[in-house]
């Protein structure tokens, strides 16, 4: 069975910074790709940065580069989203995705097989 859990969600004044951690298991594959998405209310899905097995190249929202950062380390199938100089609209549900036999990213979510339940992140100003 695959599994994501994610962490390092909480509560940060407008600013701060939080790091999320996403570790995954069950799946063995050699192409993957890992999203990173989130859900404020009252809102669509949106994807914020991904980056796959194969090239290890992170891809961002166009909005959030500078800010977002997505690392990777593929021995322990475990990504992180490191965010900075948080913004009340950056208020969300944060959600882990994998889309497994991938060899690039996208911000679709429904190309991904597997989520995580989500981790709050609540910014505020």
């Known amino acids: 069975e695959v599994q994501l859990v994610e962490s390092g969600g909480g509560l940060v004044a407008a600013g701060g910074s939080l790091r999320l951690s996403c570790v995954a298991s069950?799946?063995?594959?050699?192409?993957?790709?890992f999203g990173w998405f989130r859900q404020a209310p009252g809102k669509e899905r949106e994807g914020v940065s991904c980056?796959?097995?194969?090239?290890?190249?992170?891809m961002y929202k166009e909005s959030l580069k500078g800010r977002f950062t997505m690392s990777s380390d593929d021995a322990k199938k475990t990504v992180h989203l490191q965010m900075n100089n948080l913004k009340p609209d950056d208020t969300a549900v944060y959600y882990c995705?994998?889309?497994?036999?991938?060899?690039?990213?996208?911000?679709?979510?429904?190309?991904?097989?597997?989520w995580g339940r989500g981790t709050q992140v609540t910014v505020s100003s």
């Open positions: 995705a994998v889309e497994v036999g991938a060899r690039k990213c996208s911000d679709y979510p429904y190309n991904y097989d597997y």
């Open positions: 980056i796959s097995s194969s090239d290890h190249t992170p």
């Open positions: 069950g799946f063995s594959a050699d192409d993957y790709a």
